[in-house]
């Protein structure tokens, strides 16, 4: 069980750098699928020109990265509030209590649909890629 101290420590944990290489990975597959996109006046007419596959992908890497932003901000909220009540109900900073399985569910659930955002999104941009270079 652990003590309220070891609960914040964990808090600074959701709300910290786990999710580092996922957000790089994200946005370097928004830089490509950019990079792949025909140009245009610099508006989304762009679009209308470019590959769905790549369309689809960038889609999922923005949804990657909303899932990021959800693991951190959810995930910290939940953790926070159940803080909170545990230090108003009298508990210190080291005494111990079980803890939810929501608290730690959250942000699990928004954690593995970044990666799994991710990996389609990159699945997507390498089939177009594949797909327009077999043409």
């Known amino acids: 069980m652990p ?3 070891a609960a914040w420590a964990r808090y600074d944990a959701v709300t910290g750098k ?3 290489q996922a957000r790089v990975l994200a946005l370097a597959g928004i830089g490509a699928v950019w990079l792949f996109t025909k140009t245009g006046e610099g508006d989304l007419s762009a679009i209308k020109g470019t590959p769905q596959g790549f369309v689809l992908a960038g889609a ?3 949804s990657a990265i909303v899932c990021d932003v959800l693991q951190y901000s959810v995930g910290g909220e939940v953790l926070r509030h159940w803080i909170r009540q545990r230090e108003k109900g009298g508990a210190g900073p080291e005494d111990t209590a ?3 399985d929501l608290v730690a569910l959250v942000p699990r659930i928004f954690y593995f649909a970044k990666i799994a955002l ?3 999104g990159y699945i997507s ?3 177009t890629v594949w797909i327009a270079w077999a043409e």
Do not use: G
């Open 3 to 5: 003590s309220t101290k």
């Open 18 to 20: 786990a999710s580092d």
């Open 60 to 62: 999922l890497f923005a």
């Open 98 to 100: 079980e803890t939810p």
């Open 118 to 120: 991710l990996l389609l």
């Open 125 to 127: 941009f390498a089939m």
